[in-house]
């Protein structure tokens, strides 16, 4: 069955950085994009960064372009997402998602929280 393992999470002060993994099974992960999402406190969950399967188209939310990175490496079945120039506002559980056939598949997620 699918699994999504994230980890790397963490407290960091503004202006840290952070890199988030995801260890992915159960599917061919290197045909499948993969996203990460993020849900803070009281706030929807909103879509992070996306990435196509070979890794070559990403995209990004807004206020994520230019700090975040998402990439992956096919060969250990794992997508990351670097988070530079954090900000308090980046508070948030910090998902890893995959939808195959239809079907969102989520991970447990990791507390990512930024404050001084």
């Known amino acids: 069955q699918v699994q999504l393992v994230e980890s790397g999470g963490g407290l960091v002060q503004p202006g840290g950085s952070l890199r988030l993994s995801c260890a992915a099974s159960?599917?061919?992960?290197?045909?499948?994009?993969m996203s990460w999402y993020r849900q803070a406190p009281g706030k929807e969950r909103e879509l992070v960064a996306g990435?196509?399967?070979?890794?070559?188209?990403?995209n990004y939310a807004d206020s994520m372009k230019g700090r975040f990175t998402i990439s992956r490496d096919n060969a250990k079945n794992t997508v990351y997402l670097q988070m530079n120039s954090l900000k308090p506002e980046d508070t948030a559980v910090y998902y890893c998602?995959?939808?195959?056939?239809?079907?969102?598949?989520w991970g447990q997620g990791t507390q990512v929280t930024v404050s001084s």
């Open positions: 998602n995959a939808v195959r056939a239809g079907t969102h598949y």
């Open positions: 990435i196509t399967g070979p890794g070559r188209i990403t």
């Open positions: 159960g599917f061919t992960f290197s045909s499948n994009a």
